[in-house]
């Protein structure tokens, strides 16, 4: 039997398409390896949101090109944000690469697949798997080695990622997601509820509705559906005990959206709100779309619709041009808003951006460093508060697995929850009580 690796870096969308790709080896046949040196074939899934994200793919490049020099039959695909629409020229400076693959351009793995003598069973390419024991093949087997068919693909982790929408047409000014992965194009709900029906009859119970931009689901589509209509479907699908929906944009996100996660019982009480700045004149400079001032008054109307909500969001430090002052108003509005979560990153020019070709990187490394230091030193506190005020409380906890002897899960409003209990946990609801906080986790009866 052959194995494959997946090493994947980046967001939520990546790690959904991922899902999705392992799917396909499975019931191609393969077995999932533990490291990238067991495998016959290799995916890098990849990301270059941020310099450093780049830095690490390049790194893992390198790696395998000295793997395929060892082991000429190793096959090595490329896919995520990383390949661009300059394929000719990265297949020139990285020739052990076997495929490259834009982001989420699944009939171009299938395409692959065919011209190696394979076929694929045409559901694939809409993200609906197959019967556990249908027969694809989406690879020709190694000589070397005899494939073994894969019956065993019934059971699933009991947490999936869906995307619902592909691209992004918002264009921030230092963002290479447009770039890389192109318009909005969303998936019809139909084919969606199709692939949760099928998640959940294999043992899901909470499914996440990813894309770059969820907010602007359905836009594109015939009748208009939007996120909010959506929910409100899969709200009522048996067997689902939870959704989640990720990554928001302040500008796109409705009233009618935030009424449903009032209403609908199975939408948990967490949202991701990107703020990226505390000041008005970096967000313009951003082409965010939005005010410091609507996002509060946003913020302010999701807390008093959905009281139990846990707010997260993500920060840009070190923008061109950010003044001490601009960063200033950042850490006050963090200090303000009282975040559950902050993901905060410094700035990094990105190719083919505004902010590349109309501002300068003009602030020191060392600088970006400080500032991102002190975001995190600020939040760290906020968060040990926040989680403080749930000791001695209990919480709803969906068990994902175990991790250094003790169950792993989280609550409806994310918080990551560590428990033990010599029982079988995996895929049900426990109810935790609290007796161990930390800016990060809370834990449960040891």
Request: hydrophobic share 35%; aromatic share 6%.
């Amino acid at each position: 039997m052959q194995h494959y690796f997946i090493w994947t870096i980046g967001c939520q969308m990546n790690k959904a398409e991922s899902q999705q790709i392992a799917g396909y080896l499975d019931s191609a046949g393969y077995q999932a390896a533990t490291s990238l040196a067991d495998a016959d074939l290799v995916v890098l899934n990849t990301c270059v949101v941020r310099e450093s994200a780049e830095n690490k793919v390049l790194g893992t490049l390198g790696l395998l090109k000295g793997l395929k020099d060892e082991h000429p039959d190793l096959q090595i695909l490329v896919t995520g944000c990383f390949v661009n629409s300059h394929t000719r020229e990265l297949q020139r400076r990285f020739p052990h690469v076997d495929l490259l693959f834009r982001p989420g351009d699944f009939p171009e793995l299938i395409a692959w697949g065919r011209k190696r003598g394979a076929f694929v069973d045409q559901r694939l390419l809409g993200g609906v798997y197959p019967e556990p024991d249908s027969s694809v093949a989406l690879f020709p087997q190694n000589d070397k080695r005899r494939r073994a068919r894969n019956d065993t693909r019934g059971a699933l982790s009991p947490c999936a990622l869906v995307p619902i929408i592909q691209g992004c047409d918002n264009f921030c000014s230092y963002c290479i997601v447009p770039y890389r992965r192109g318009r909005e194009v969303s998936r019809p709900s139909e084919e969606i509820v199709c692939e949760v029906r099928e998640l959940v009859r294999r043992g899901t119970k909470e499914v996440t509705l990813v894309g770059q931009n969820v907010d602007s689901y359905g836009h594109d589509l015939p009748g208009r559906p939007d996120l909010a209509d959506l929910l409100k479907e899969l709200d009522g699908m048996d067997h689902l005990v939870r959704i989640r929906f990720l990554t928001n944009h302040p500008k796109d996100m409705s009233l009618k959206l935030v009424e449903a996660m009032a209403s609908l019982n199975k939408v948990c009480e967490h949202l991701e709100l990107p703020l990226q700045s505390g000041d008005n004149d970096i967000l313009k400079a951003m082409r965010r779309g939005y005010t410091v001032e609507q996002y509060k008054e946003l913020a302010h109307t999701v807390r008093a619709k959905v009281p139990q909500i846990s707010l997260s969001t993500d920060l840009i430090v070190g923008f061109p041009g950010e003044t001490d002052e601009q960063f200033e108003r950042s850490l006050s509005l963090v200090r303000e808003m009282r975040f559950d979560v902050v993901h905060v990153a410094a700035y990094s020019p990105r190719p083919d951006t505004v902010a590349s070709r109309e501002y300068q990187d003009n602030i020191p490394v060392e600088v970006k460093k400080e500032r991102l230091n002190k975001i995190e030193e600020l939040q760290t506190t906020i968060a040990s508060q926040i989680n403080s005020k749930l000791l001695g409380g209990t919480v709803e906890v969906l068990a994902e697995g175990r991790k250094g002897g003790k169950w792993f899960g989280r609550s409806r409003s994310n918080k990551l929850v560590f428990f033990e209990d010599a029982g079988d946990w995996l895929g049900r609801l426990a109810i935790i009580q609290i007796e161990k906080t930390s800016p990060w986790s809370l834990g449960g009866p040891n």
